[in-house]
């Protein structure tokens, strides 16, 4: 079955720490795609990056930095220099490459990051 | 822009009167989906579709009905709203799902007294 772990529940970092959010899934499918979203306390959620299953790249952009490595089906998010205004919580998720249930993504609990002055 | 718009974006009912929430997207995105959040569950899917007049269930369905007539709207119905579908509802829609992932709406709080 398919499954995303978030195993931080909440984390508490002070301004400008670098700050690093797990994920690691499980799925049975070869094509698959990762994401994460941010959810500001106004509510909304907030896409944040793509990865599909075969690129395997890491990606920077700006602040923010992904590290992904099927070996180990881990998707993880690090925030460098973290700023007040990343305090949110963050969603990573899975859909499967087959568009079961019209591109399900399926969620992991979330991780709320609490960035302090 | 581009957007999914829900309406309304906070909602107290009661039990038993029949509500619908709205969901509009001008991006002609083929899927769409709608989503709750709950403490501790986290976020589940309710219904999807996959274009028009093509609609199936996600995995917490009951209690929900939707529709899809034109393909830039998709309203979730309540027909007899009850306490436990007191949620955070987000609506979504994509071109392509996994390729380009899913834009969310800002979302709907509801809460059934």
């Known amino acids: 079955a398919q499954k995303v772990t978030q195993a931080q529940t909440e984390i508490s970092v002070v301004e400008k720490e670098d700050v690093t959010l797990d994920c690691v899934y499980e799925t049975r499918d070869t094509t698959y795609y990762l994401f994460w979203y941010k959810q500001p306390p106004s509510g909304e959620l907030v896409f944040l990056i793509r990865r599909n299953s075969f690129d395997e790249q890491n990606e920077i952009s700006g602040r923010y930095s992904w590290n992904f490595q099927k070996s180990t089906s881990s998707f993880n998010f690090t925030i460098t220099a973290s700023q007040v205004v990343d305090s949110a919580v963050y969603f990573c998720?899975?859909?499967?490459?087959?568009?079961?249930?019209?591109?399900?993504?399926?969620f992991g609990q979330g991780t709320e990051l609490s960035v302090k002055p | 822009e581009a957007q999914v718009t829900q309406n309304p974006r906070y909602l107290i009912t009661v039990t038993g009167k029949k509500l619908t929430v709205t969901c509009s997207q001008n991006?002609?995105?083929?899927?769409m989906s709608w989503y709750r959040q709950d403490p501790g569950l986290g976020l589940r899917q309710i219904y999807y579709s996959m274009n028009v007049e093509v609609t199936d269930k996600g995995d917490v369905p009951e209690g929900y009905k939707v529709s899809r007539k034109e393909k830039r709207n998709f309203p979730l119905i309540l027909e007899s709203p009850s306490p436990n579908q007191t949620s955070l509802y987000f609506c979504a829609s994509s071109l392509t799902p996994g390729f380009n992932g899913y834009t969310f709406g800002s979302g709907t709080r509801l809460t059934v007294v």
């Open positions: 991006m002609n995105h083929e899927y």
């Open positions: 998720a899975l859909s499967e490459g087959n568009y079961n249930q019209g591109g399900k993504l399926i």
